[in-house]
Structures are given as C-alpha cells and as structure tokens.
C-alpha cells in the first residue's frame, strides 16, 4: 500500500522506513546533522535579532531562553522523521558542538570587533590601562562641596 494514498503526509514516516538515502557515506550523514544544528541556531540568532528590535535585552533573553529549546526540539524531531543516523545523545552533542563553535567563531568575532572599536574611541590600549591603574592608585572618588549661592558649604 501507498502511504500517501491512504492520506498520511509525504513527510510522516512509519518506524523502519526512513529516508531514500538508505546508505550514506560518512560525509553526507555529517552534513546532514550539521545542516540541521546550523539552521538551529539560525533560529536562535533571529529570536535575538528580532528581540533586540522590539523587546529590552531582558525580555528578549527570557523569550531566547523559551524558544531555543522548543525550536531545536522541533528541528530534532523532523531529522529524527526523516534520517535518524545518530542517537539522542550524539544528536544533542552535535547540535551543542556546532552552536557554540557558530556563536564562538562568528558571534564572538563581532563582540571581539565591537570592543576594539571602543578601545580605539577611548584611546589606544596603554591608556586606558594607565587611566584604570592611575584611578585604582589615587584612591576613592573625592566628593566635593557644594556650596549655595547663599549658604554655608554643606558636608
């Protein structure tokens, strides 16, 4: 019997039946799960990128927190429908592996780039780090008095 003649989805498929590609080589199935964790965290990149247009940080931090672990959940859920090489396990530890290297290598190269362009608008690096150690050394903030037009100095 033809499944999708008896009305089932064309992506629904029952246990033991999976994917045409019924023997790929190591490469493909690599590929495979590594297009589903980049598309995973594409997702969550958006959940930011949306969140920080509309919503404080907060908001959109509680909301990123929420909606990650639902929406690999469902990026699972169709590569367990459709190819399943690995286990639940190595499935979870590929997803973390490919996320944190994307968020390391991409994300952190932008926050690496956004603080040497503060550095360089507050001076080379030397003098910020002699601006820090001259604060640190003179001691605390120095409050001054504030005198009225007509007044006694306060303190």
């Known amino acids: 019997m033809n499944k999708e003649a008896e009305g089932l989805p ?3 498929f029952p246990a033991g039946a999976r994917h045409k ?9 690599a590929a495979v799960i590594l297009a589903h964790a980049a598309v995973g965290w594409g997702y969550c990149g958006a959940i930011i990128a949306m969140g920080r247009q509309f919503l404080s940080i907060h908001t959109t931090l ?4 929420i909606g990650a672990p639902i ?3 469902l990026i699972s859920l ?16 590929a997803f973390l592996g490919v996320v944190v ?3 390391l290598f991409l ?5 690496r780039e956004e603080l040497r362009n503060v550095l360089q608008r507050a001076g080379n690096l030397g003098t910020f780090r002699s601006h ?3 604060n640190l050394l003179h001691g605390p903030i120095h409050f001054v008095q504030v005198t009225g037009a007509d007044s006694e100095p306060i303190g």
Do not use: E, N
């Open 10 to 12: 064309a992506i629904y």
């Open 21 to 29: 590609m019924t023997k790929p080589g190591k490469l493909k199935r």
């Open 62 to 65: 509680v909301v990123h927190a």
């Open 71 to 73: 929406g690999f959940a």
């Open 78 to 93: 169709f590569y367990y429908q459709r190819w399943a090489f690995t286990s639940p396990l190595q499935t979870a530890a």
């Open 101 to 103: 290297a994307l968020d």
């Open 107 to 111: 994300s952190g190269a932008g926050i």
């Open 132 to 134: 820090i150690c001259r």
